[in-house]
C-alpha cells in the first residue's frame, strides 16, 4: 500500500490507497495556526510530524494491519512558506507560513530591483510577501541573529521528508511557488536570488517529484511506526497535487475547480500561460514536461461558510437553509458581492481589498445575501477563466472538487456564471491525497504512468448551463469588475489610515 500524507494549513491528512487505486483507510490530525498582528501566520514544524507519527501510527494500529504493508511513503504539502533549519534539520523558530503577509517592504524591494513583469516571466507569479522568498528577506532583515545560524531554508513537506529520511531536497513543484525559481529554465534563479541578496546555498536541492529521495530511518521508524528501509519519494507542491488527483493529468484533461475554503480553478498545460494582466499564476506540474496555471481567491468557501455563520449562527441545518432561500435574484438585479474577506490573491493580488456588498435596497433579504456571495465567488474565479482563454487555452467544461461542490444549487449558479458544464467529483479533501499516492506509486513502480489518477475519482453530478441565463451573466461580469476597481483607491486609503 501507499502512504500519503497531505501537509495541510490546519492539519496532515494521511490516506493509505492500494495497488489499484482505491483509498483504504485515511486520518486526519489537525494542529494550530498562530495569526498575529501585522500579518503574522506561523506554526511549529514540530506540530506537523508529530501528526505525521500520529496519522501514521494511527492507521498502522487498524486491526489487521501492519507496518511491512506500506510499500512506499510520500508527501504532499502547503506551498509557499520558509522554515528555517539548522545544520540537522531542526527549526530554528516557527514556520512562516503561506498566509503571512509580513514580507511586504522585501517584496515591494524586489519589485523595485527587478520589475514585476520580469519577475513573472521569470517565475509565472507575481513578486508578493505569501511567497518563499520575500519571507527570507524578512527574516534576514528583522532576526539577523536567528537568521545567522540557519543552514537552508525548507518547504514544510521537505523538513519533514528530511526528518523522516535523513535527506535534504525538494522538487520542481514546490520551488515553482517560492518566488526563486526559473520556470522554464527548472532551476532556482540566480537573478532573483541576487536581487533578494539570498545566498542559493541556503535553498535545497532540486529533484523530480518521483525521486526515491531515501527511506525510513531507524530513529523517524521508532517515532512513526513505519518499518526501517521504507522508501520515501519526494512528493510535490499541494497546488499541482490536487490537480494530479483531480485527474488533470495533461492538456486533453480540462479544467478543474476547488472549491474549498479558498477556492481556485486551474488546467495542465505543456508550457507556462503567461497572462499580460497577471491574473493568474503556474505552477510546475508534479507530471514532468507539464505545468499548472491557476488562479487562487483567498475566500472561496470561506465567503460561504461566513455569510452563514452570520445569518444563522449555531443552526445544525444552516447550509442547507441558507442555500434553499437563495434561490433568488442577485447580480442579475444589480445586487454585488466582492468576495476579498481575506485580501486577494487572483485576479488582484491586493492585500488591502475588502469584502463589500454592492447594490443593496430594502427588497433584499437574507436569500439574496447569500446568492451574491455564491454569485460573487463565481464571477472571480471566472475572471481566472478568462485569464487562461484569453491566452488560447480552452475551457470547455470544468470538474469541481471540494466540500463546497457538491452543493447542487451551487454547481448550477457556477455553470450559469461561467458558461460551461460543472461536473462534480467524489473527491471532498481527498485530491491532494490522491496526488501524492499516484506520486508515490509511481516513483517506485506500483503504477505505470500518472493516468491512473483518472481512473481514481468519479463524477457524481453534472449542471449544463441555461444559455440564457448564461448570457446575461456574461454581462453582468464586466459590472462585478467594475465595482471592484472602483473601491480599489477606497480600499488602499483604509489601510493607510
Known amino acids: 500500500m501507499i502512504l500519503a500524507h497531505d501537509l495541510g494549513t490546519t492539519g496532515n491528512k494521511a490516506t493509505l490507497v492500494d495497488a489499484d487505486g482505491r483509498l483504504v483507510d485515511s486520518v486526519t490530525i489537525p494542529y494550530p495556526v498562530d495569526f498575529g498582528p501585522g500579518g503574522r501566520a506561523e506554526q511549529d514544524p514540530e506540530d506537523w510530524w508529530r501528526a505525521v507519527c500520529a496519522a501514521t501510527g494511527q492507521l498502522l494500529a487498524r486491526p489487521g494491519r501492519h507496518a511491512s504493508d506500506v510499500d512506499v511513503v510520500s508527501f504532499s504539502g502547503q506551498m509557499m512558506g520558509a522554515v528555517l533549519v539548522d545544520g540537522r534539520g531542526d527549526p530554528l523558530r516557527p514556520a512562516m507560513i503561506w498566509a503571512d503577509t509580513r514580507a511586504t517592504r522585501q517584496a515591494d524591494a524586489l519589485v523595485e530591483r527587478v520589475g514585476m513583469e520580469r519577475a513573472y516571466a521569470l517565475t509565472g507569479h507575481r513578486l508578493n510577501a505569501t511567497y518563499t522568498l520575500p519571507k527570507i528577506a524578512w527574516l534576514r532583515d528583522n532576526e539577523p541573529d536567528v537568521f545567522g545560524r540557519a543552514s537552508a531554508v525548507v518547504l514544510p513537506k521537505d523538513f519533514v521528508v528530511e526528518r523522516l529520511t535523513g535527506v535534504r531536497a525538494t522538487d520542481p513543484s514546490d520551488a515553482s511557488g517560492t518566488n526563486a525559481y526559473d520556470l522554464v529554465g527548472g532551476q532556482w534563479s540566480d537573478e532573483l536570488l541576487a536581487a533578494a541578496g539570498v545566498d542559493r546555498s541556503?535553498?535545497?536541492?532540486?529533484?523530480?517529484?518521483?525521486?526515491?529521495?531515501?527511506?525510513?530511518?531507524?530513529?523517524?521508524?521508532?517515532?512513526?511506526?513505519?518499518?526501517?528501509?521504507?522508501?520515501?519519494?519526494?512528493?510535490?507542491?499541494?497546488?499541482?497535487?490536487?490537480?494530479?488527483?483531480?485527474?488533470?493529468?495533461?492538456?486533453?484533461?480540462?479544467?478543474?475547480?476547488?472549491?474549498?475554503?479558498?477556492?481556485?480553478?486551474?488546467?495542465?498545460?505543456?508550457?507556462?500561460?503567461?497572462?499580460?494582466?497577471?491574473?493568474?499564476?503556474?505552477?510546475?506540474?508534479?507530471?514532468?514536461?507539464?505545468?499548472?496555471?491557476?488562479?487562487?481567491?483567498?475566500?472561496?468557501?470561506?465567503?460561504?461558510?461566513?455569510?452563514?455563520?452570520?445569518?444563522?449562527?449555531?443552526?445544525?441545518?444552516?447550509?442547507?437553509?441558507?442555500?434553499?432561500?437563495?434561490?433568488?435574484?442577485?447580480?442579475?438585479?444589480?445586487?454585488?458581492?466582492?468576495?476579498?474577506?481575506?485580501?486577494?490573491?487572483?485576479?488582484?493580488?491586493?492585500?488591502?481589498?475588502?469584502?463589500?456588498?454592492?447594490?443593496?435596497?430594502?427588497?433584499?433579504?437574507?436569500?439574496?445575501?447569500?446568492?451574491?456571495?455564491l454569485e460573487g465567488v463565481a464571477f472571480n474565479l471566472l475572471t481566472g477563466l478568462r485569464a487562461f482563454t484569453e491566452a488560447g487555452v480552452p475551457i470547455v467544461s470544468v470538474d469541481a472538487?471540494?466540500?463546497?461542490?457538491?452543493?447542487?444549487?451551487?454547481?448550477?449558479?457556477?455553470?450559469?456564471?461561467?458558461?460551461?458544464?460543472?461536473?462534480?467529483?467524489?473527491?471532498?479533501?481527498?485530491?491532494?491525497?490522491?496526488?501524492?499516492?499516484?506520486?508515490?506509486?509511481?516513483?517506485?513502480?506500483?503504477?505505470?504512468?500518472?493516468?491512473?489518477?483518472?481512473?481514481?475519482s468519479r463524477r457524481t453530478a453534472r449542471r449544463e448551463p441555461d444559455l440564457e441565463r448564461a448570457t446575461r451573466y456574461a454581462a453582468a461580469h464586466p459590472v462585478f469588475v467594475d465595482a471592484y476597481r472602483r473601491l480599489e483607491p477606497w480600499f488602499e486609503e483604509v489601510a493607510g489610515r
Request: hydrophobic share 45%.
Open 202 to 373: 541556503l535553498l535545497p536541492e532540486i529533484v523530480p517529484s518521483t525521486t526515491v529521495i531515501g527511506t525510513v530511518t531507524t530513529d523517524a521508524a521508532r517515532a512513526t511506526g513505519l518499518t526501517v528501509g521504507t522508501p520515501v519519494v519526494m512528493g510535490g507542491g499541494d497546488g499541482p497535487m490536487a490537480a494530479l488527483g483531480a485527474g488533470i493529468v495533461d492538456a486533453d484533461s480540462g479544467a478543474y475547480a476547488y472549491l474549498g475554503s479558498s477556492s481556485w480553478v486551474s488546467v495542465s498545460t505543456d508550457a507556462p500561460v503567461l497572462d499580460p494582466l497577471m491574473r493568474s499564476m503556474t505552477f510546475t506540474h508534479v507530471v514532468p514536461g507539464r505545468f499548472v496555471p491557476t488562479a487562487t481567491m483567498q475566500a472561496g468557501g470561506a465567503s460561504l461558510q461566513w455569510i452563514t455563520n452570520v445569518l444563522a449562527p449555531g443552526q445544525q441545518d444552516r447550509y442547507e437553509q441558507l442555500l434553499a432561500a437563495a434561490e433568488v435574484e442577485a447580480g442579475l438585479d444589480g445586487l454585488f458581492f466582492l468576495p476579498h474577506l481575506l485580501g486577494e490573491r487572483s485576479p488582484y493580488w491586493n492585500a488591502h481589498a475588502r469584502a463589500a456588498f454592492v447594490g443593496l435596497q430594502m427588497q433584499h433579504e437574507r436569500g439574496h445575501l447569500v446568492r451574491a456571495v
Open 401 to 456: 472538487i471540494g466540500g463546497a461542490a457538491h452543493a447542487e444549487l451551487l454547481l448550477r449558479v457556477f455553470a450559469d456564471v461561467w458558461g460551461v458544464p460543472i461536473s462534480s467529483r467524489d473527491l471532498v479533501d481527498e485530491a491532494t491525497s490522491v496526488g501524492a499516492a499516484v506520486v508515490g506509486g509511481v516513483g517506485v513502480g506500483i503504477f505505470d504512468s500518472f493516468d491512473v489518477a483518472r481512473t481514481m
